[in-house]
């Protein structure tokens, strides 16, 4: 498991999915890469859980909206499916 804070990722939310506790999230991230001399942005999407504060914070987001992440929890989940051990990565949204 790994906690990110106090470093922003920004993100651009493409799809959002509100219940009464938490909101499930589609986001996009670029990180800008400098290959060969050029500069080139690398796309990253995540499916991503909003509690707590950052899901207050959230309230008024609409599709299409950017954000700021400043506090997330990122883990690798295992599980049992039909008798083969599976893992997922989970990102949670704290603020």
Do not use: C, H, P
């Not at 909101?23 to 290959?35: F, G």
């Not at 207050?56 to 997330?72: F, Y």
């Amino acid at each position: 498991m790994v906690f990110v804070r106090n470093d922003k990722i920004f993100a651009k939310v493409w799809k959002i999915d509100k219940k009464e506790k938490y909101a499930d999230l589609r986001i996009s991230t670029s990180e800008k890469v400098e290959k060969d001399g050029n500069t080139e942005y690398v796309n990253s999407n995540w499916f991503v859980r909003a509690v707590g504060k950052a899901f207050n914070q959230l309230k008024d987001i609409s599709e299409g909206d950017r954000v700021v992440i400043t506090k997330a929890k990122l883990s690798n989940e295992l599980y049992e499916k039909d008798g083969e051990k599976r893992s997922a990565f989970k990102f949670v949204v704290l603020e």
